[in-house]
């Protein structure tokens, strides 16, 4: 069964974005980082809730 994936980024005024993949991290980040080489990725968690991807990160 695929994981829930968020990629978190940050704004240049500090608000959080998530962008929701499903698969492996790896995978996921790859994906991502392809999607969008602008955004710089700082955090990768194993959950589909960016509320909870934005604590995990502060956690970190």
Do not use: W
């Not at 695929?2 to 991290?25: A, R, S, V, W």
């Amino acid at each position: 069964m695929p994981t829930p994936i968020t990629c978190l980024t940050q704004t240049k005024d500090k608000n959080f974005e998530g962008y929701h993949y499903m698969g492996e991290k790896e995978v996921c980040i790859k994906r991502f980082s392809e999607q969008y080489p602008e955004k710089t990725l700082i955090g990768a968690f194993e959950t589909s809730d960016l509320n909870e991807a934005i604590r995990m990160y502060k956690k970190s």
